[in-house]
Every structure is written in structure tokens, then in C-alpha cells.
């Protein structure tokens, strides 16, 4: 199983990778958070942002949580993903791959308690799968 949460800057997708994570490891299920920011940092920033930047690390991510899903770990990728053909092809690449679009109104992001107030709203409503056979 492949969790992949995109959205804009600032949409919970981390706040919530890291909600998930929390579930999976109270049932004790392996699992692991792949932060499209990580990635950058992990590399000492060596992509910008052009096209061809974002692509190549979204092919990075993709790697990484295709090598933990076929040893049974569940990535949980928290990445902008704003290239469509790559999302398709992780639809074909991965087993159980559950995409999540997080919808965020601009105007919420700029408010300095946004982040505080979301991950207490995640942790009130959250319901996930805890396995592929749900």
C-alpha cells in the first residue's frame, strides 16, 4: 500500500502523513513518512524548482516509496505532485496506491494559527485503513 497525499504549500499534507503514522504504529504497522521537503533537504537542495527539477524529484520519492512498499513498509508520501503523468504513473507502478488530494483555500494558509488548528481537526477526524485487505 502507497499513501500519497498532495496539495498545495501549507494543505496539512504532513500534518496529516504524520496523523497516519501515528495510527500505523499504535497497530503496529510498519509504515514510513516521505516528505517531498526531506527529500530536497536530504540532498543539500541540489534541485530548484524548474520543471525538470520538481520531476526529478518526484521521481526520487517515487523510488523510495516503491523500495519500502516491496518490503512491506507503507510510505506515506507528503509531495505538491503537480504533474499529473507522474501521478498516473504511480497509479500503475504501485499495488494499492490511495491518493489523496488535500483542497485548501489560500486565504486559510496565511493564518498563523493554520497549522496548530489543522492538526487538531486531523486528530478529531481521521479515519484511515489500517491495511490492504479493508
Known amino acids: 500500500m502507497v499513501i500519497w497525499l498532495l496539495g498545495i504549500s501549507g494543505?496539512?499534507?504532513?500534518?496529516?502523513?504524520?496523523?497516519?503514522?501515528?495510527?500505523?504504529?499504535k497497530d503496529g504497522v510498519k509504515?514510513?513518512?516521505i516528505d517531498?521537503?526531506?527529500?530536497r533537504d536530504f540532498?543539500?537542495?541540489?534541485?530548484?524548482?524548474?520543471?525538470?527539477?520538481?520531476v526529478a524529484n518526484i521521481k526520487r520519492i517515487m523510488l523510495s516509496a516503491y523500495l519500502l512498499?516491496?518490503?512491506?513498509?507503507i510510505p506515506i508520501v507528503a509531495n505538491i505532485s503537480p504533474f499529473e503523468y507522474l501521478r498516473e504513473f504511480a497509479r500503475d507502478?504501485?499495488?494499492?496506491?490511495?491518493?489523496?488530494?488535500?483542497?485548501?483555500?489560500?486565504q486559510n494558509i496565511?493564518?498563523?494559527?493554520?497549522?496548530?488548528?489543522?492538526?487538531?481537526?486531523?486528530?478529531?477526524?481521521l479515519k484511515v485503513v489500517s491495511n490492504s485487505n479493508t
Open 36 to 39: 517531498g521537503d526531506i527529500v
Open 110 to 125: 496565511t493564518n498563523k494559527d493554520f497549522v496548530h488548528k489543522e492538526s487538531k481537526n486531523v486528530r478529531h477526524n
Open 11 to 25: 494543505s496539512g499534507k504532513t500534518t496529516i502523513a504524520q496523523e497516519l503514522k501515528k495510527h500505523f504504529d
Open 43 to 54: 540532498y543539500n537542495n541540489d534541485l530548484g524548482y524548474s520543471k525538470e527539477d520538481r
Open 69 to 73: 512498499e516491496k518490503n512491506g513498509i
Open 93 to 106: 507502478k504501485f499495488e494499492n496506491y490511495f491518493e489523496v488530494y488535500l483542497k485548501r483555500d489560500i
Open 31 to 33: 509504515s514510513f513518512i
